[in-house]
């Protein structure tokens, strides 16, 4: 059975996290502050990602009527 590339990565990558979070158990403070940074990081992460989903791309304002108004030189 063939498996999924990104399932074998976040296999890896969650029992490479659980091996550091035993590593560094006598640090609990130091391994919540780069948890909670993470945490922050992914949060951000899903939400531009959704928000990329949602929205149009944004206008780039009055430049672009200004130069749609612009005579043509010969």
């Given at each position: ?26 640090r ?42 612009r005579?043509?030189q010969?």
């Amino acid at each position: 059975m063939m498996t999924d590339p990104l399932t074998l990565l976040l296999a890896a990558a969650f029992t490479a996290g659980c091996a550091i979070i035993r590593a560094f158990r006598h640090r609990p403070d130091d391994v919540t502050l780069v948890l909670g940074l993470v945490l922050v990081c992914l949060v951000n992460l899903c939400g531009a990602v959704v928000r990329g989903r949602m929205d149009p791309p944004p206008e780039t304002g009055p430049a672009v009527e200004l130069i749609g108004d612009r005579p043509v030189q010969d």
